[in-house]
């Protein structure tokens, strides 16, 4: 046993001070980007930008910066609130708070484990449902975007604490399993524990998962399947199916997308798109999203991600034996190592160094994202991408006059100006 708050050691004290500061700069620095972006976005509310003056009006133009500033000022709300909640759980003793009653409750230290990390999730979802239900039922009701109701909100939610019991626990038991049984190299254990999860999940979740929350039925619009099948074909990929998901029940943003692994991928449009496009325009969006699987953008992502997940494992199977870890972090008089503990407190410190990664993995999908449009380009018209793309853009409301430095720091998508310019030069 250790007792560090009776002798607390340098190095957990330099461990506190270095995470105390990265949080410090972290939250500072995207408070300092939500301003700049609502005064970029204010400033330009007067007047649609030039290369947008026949196309959007006014009012939309205006309705867009104002819900992006809502936005905005809602989310520092939440930044600072998170940042509490942050500190209430590790240097605070939050954790160690949740640790003691785990002990106290169970006697088998798999149970001890298991507890925490439920108790962790259901405790941290309850704190967040006041902001959750504010942003669906104040923010986006207000720009007439909601369309669920409170109790579909209420099931959504409950459906979800099931998912993760279901699923999640089983996961947590082997990898802390894995972390007490398998040695010094337990974390590339537990490593391929979590790539082979990922993996099967992409596989069952639009048949078993997806269909728990939406409902999915096949697009029967035989001149728009014969369209988009003929694309599909001419761009030689394969899917299991074309399909409508009620996505207007929930909210009137309109999307579409790919998902599946292997024999499960299927197409997926939601019905507020197909109500909003020409079938030429669901054809240059449909050919977009098919460039992301021609040009390897997603196998691409999935290794990067693979790649970083290795990195933060074997990180975490240092930091475990680390008593320092745990100290720093406000926890007192624990066994060390400690297989959910350290799990939590990684997860936790983790968030606050990974934001300044953000810029580089923004730019990342920048790049792929126009690699993308000039793909669909080659099998659609670029006018019908153009005007599909202004058309999603005025119906949710995106801004047209994002501040330079935030789009570079968060923006995974390119702003409509950089975007359309270069689909007018193809």
């Not at 640790?99 to 941290?124: C, D, E, I, R």
């Not at 899917?239 to 943003?253: E, F, T």
């Not at 040009?295 to 975490?316: D, K, N, Y």
Request: hydrophobic share 50%.
């Amino acid at each position: 046993m250790i007792d560090v708050a009776s002798d607390p050691t340098r190095t957990a004290n330099l461990w506190r001070s270095v995470f105390l500061a990265a949080l410090t700069v972290g939250v500072l620095l995207k408070l300092w980007l939500a301003w700049r972006q609502q005064r970029h976005v204010m400033a330009h509310r007067p007047a649609v930008p030039a290369a947008f003056a026949d196309t959007i009006s006014l009012q939309a133009h205006q309705k867009a910066a104002d819900y992006t500033v809502a936005q905005s000022r809602f989310g520092m709300v939440e930044l600072l609130y998170g940042t509490v909640l942050l500190l209430g759980w590790t240097v605070l003793g939050g954790l160690q708070t949740l640790h003691g009653y785990s002990q106290q409750w169970f006697t088998s230290p798999m149970l001890q484990q298991l507890a925490l990390l439920a108790g962790f999730t259901l405790v941290n979802e309850l704190l967040g449902l006041p902001f959750g239900w504010w942003r669906t039922f104040r923010l986006e009701a207000r720009f007439g975007f909601n369309t669920t109701t409170l109790a579909l909100w209420l099931t959504d939610l409950l459906k979800n604490l099931v998912l993760v019991a279901a699923i999640g626990l089983p996961l947590a038991m082997l990898i802390l399993w894995l972390m007490q049984q398998t040695g010094a190299v337990w974390w590339l254990w537990a490593w391929g524990a979590w790539v082979a999860f990922g993996l099967l999940m992409m596989v069952i979740y639009p048949t078993w998962i997806a269909p728990l929350f939406n409902r999915f039925q096949p697009l029967d619009n035989p001149e728009l399947v014969q369209r988009v099948t003929a694309l599909m074909q001419r761009c030689g990929f394969a899917a299991k199916g074309l399909y409508v998901m009620d996505g207007s029940r929930r909210s009137a943003h309109a999307n579409a997308y790919f998902t599946g692994l292997g024999r499960s991928k299927r197409v997926v449009f939601f019905d507020t798109l197909l109500n909003k496009l020409q079938p030429g325009e669901v054809d240059a969006v449909l050919a977009h999203e098919l460039g992301h699987f021609k040009l390897w953008h997603i196998p691409q992502r999935m290794l990067g991600t693979f790649a970083l997940s290795l990195l933060g494992f074997a990180l975490l199977g240092w930091l475990y034996q680390q008593p320092w870890f745990y100290a720093g972090l406000g926890i007192r008089q624990a066994q060390t190592p400690h297989a959910a503990l350290a799990l939590l407190l990684f997860m936790l410190a983790s968030s606050v160094f990974t934001v300044f990664a953000s810029p580089f993995m923004a730019a990342s999908s920048r790049k792929h994202e126009f690699e993308a449009d000039a793909f669909a380009t080659r099998y659609a018209a670029a006018d019908d991408l153009s005007s599909a793309l202004l058309k999603l853009y005025t119906d949710n409301a995106s801004t047209l006059t994002p501040d330079p430095v935030y789009v570079r720091f968060y923006y995974s998508h390119p702003p409509a100006s950089e975007r359309l310019a270069r689909l007018q030069a193809a």
